[in-house]
């Protein structure tokens, strides 16, 4: 148990354990992102969960790239990248996991309000939200 409560408390003081973000981290970027006022650009590894919440249908000619999308975004996401996304709005997000190239219908973001298109191809499992 008290091996346990070390591993607790190296995770609340560390922003990095074993190559690995900890909840520190989140929270300490999800400060400097309020400071900032929004994020224009968010690299990741990760895909946020919850990314293909409220995205419409496939039409036919897209259904076999929806279905790598969905198989990405369920193998790669994160629910603490979801919450950095959620408070970034970034004009872009990057993702690096997935392999999978997918432009995300647009959103409306609570503070920026709704987000145009992008006009170009990014390559690496990048959309754009």
Known sequence: LKAKEQKA????????VDGRYTPLTVERLEEEIADSGGVDLLLTSEWPAGCLRGVPRAWPEEMENRRMVKA???QCSSTPIGRLAAAAEPKYHAVGLGGVFWRRPPWRHERRGEVVPSTGELRCGVFRM
């Open 72 to 74: 990405a975004a369920k």
């Open 9 to 16: 408390a190296a995770l609340k003081a560390q922003l990095f």
